[in-house]
């Protein structure tokens, strides 16, 4: 199994604003070794619509499957994160007049994010 992890707009040409952009997930269990990743076109597994937020700034998603070898090993992947979503940043808003540089500062540090993946076999 391999898998990779990309924003939309590093492929789809017609995202104009990191907004509009979204995360992709991407999973393969049977593959050529010799062909990258990259060079394969597949439709991503998980992407930013999948995302179950139970707390503002605090979301996961999973996807299950089934290894090709072996029909009784399932596998769950599961992905963590938190603060803005990755690829996308926070959404737009108007800026304040009086508190322009303190809007520009704190637009810097929401743009720390993270995210963990985990595989698990169930």
């Not at 992407?47 to 996961?60: A, K, L, N, T």
């Not at 996807?63 to 029909?71: A, L, R």
Request: contains cysteine; hydrophobic residues 40%.
């Amino acid at each position: 199994m391999r898998w990779g992890v990309s924003c939309a707009s590093s492929y789809d040409t017609s995202i104009a604003t990191s907004y509009d952009d979204q995360l992709s997930i991407f999973v393969e269990t049977e593959f050529d070794k010799d062909v990258p990743l990259c060079d394969v076109e597949i439709a991503p597994v998980l992407s930013s619509r999948d995302w179950i937020e139970p707390v503002e700034g605090r979301r996961y998603m999973c996807y299950e499957f089934v290894d090709p070898k072996d029909s009784s090993a399932t596998y769950s992947l599961l992905t963590i994160s938190l603060g803005n979503e990755p690829c996308r940043g926070p959404k737009p808003t108007e800026p304040d007049i009086n508190s322009v540089g303190l809007a520009h500062i704190s637009r810097g540090f929401g743009l720390l994010v993270a995210v963990a993946i985990a595989l698990i076999r169930v």
